[in-house]
């Protein structure tokens, strides 16, 4: 079960809301993305599928997912593992939330990848979605040719809908 902590609790089911809300985990927790964060996620920081090349850059992209959830458009998190405290991936909603659905995406820096921290980062956010956001449909893309992000897709319960071009495939999780 997700736990909202209580200065986040969701006054409106779409961002922005009036505290960002964070997410917490046995192993890791969802928060907002500090200026702090950026160089330690550097090699996997994008916006409009384009990396950023340095840490200047990488904070112009951050302004811009700020920017697109103060516009209720998105909600970027920070994986943070618990024991250390550090930041091991970033994961959210992204592309508007229109027909009461989102579009869920995770990356994981590789030294964290193997531990579980996906699976939980991408529950949580799926339990944040359905419960706080009333979504009633969750959907992710990702190349046909990432055979783990496809196994954590159905093992979460995704269904394969279409196959897209440039060799992607969308999944996607109703609301029961």
Partial sequence: MVEVTEKSKMKNNVPPYAT????????????????SDLNDILEIS???AIQAENVEVAAEMQSKIDEDYQHGNTIHWGIIENN?????????????????????GCVLLSQFQGKGYMSQAM???IEFGFQEMKLNRI????????????????????IKVRE?????????????
């Fill in 164 to 176: 897209l071009p440039d060799d992607e495939v969308e999944y996607e999780l109703l609301k029961k």
């Fill in 123 to 125: 529950q949580l956010a």
């Fill in 20 to 35: 960002f809300p964070v997410l917490k985990g046995t192993h890791i927790s969802l928060r907002q993305i500090e200026k």
């Fill in 84 to 104: 250390s405290n550090k930041i091991a991936g970033t994961c959210g909603y992204y592309r508007g939330f229109e027909n009461h659905e989102g579009e869920l």
């Fill in 46 to 48: 994008f916006y409009d």
């Fill in 139 to 158: 959907w992710a893309a990702t190349s046909l040719d990432n055979a783990a992000a496809i196994k954590l897709l159905e093992r979460l319960g995704f």
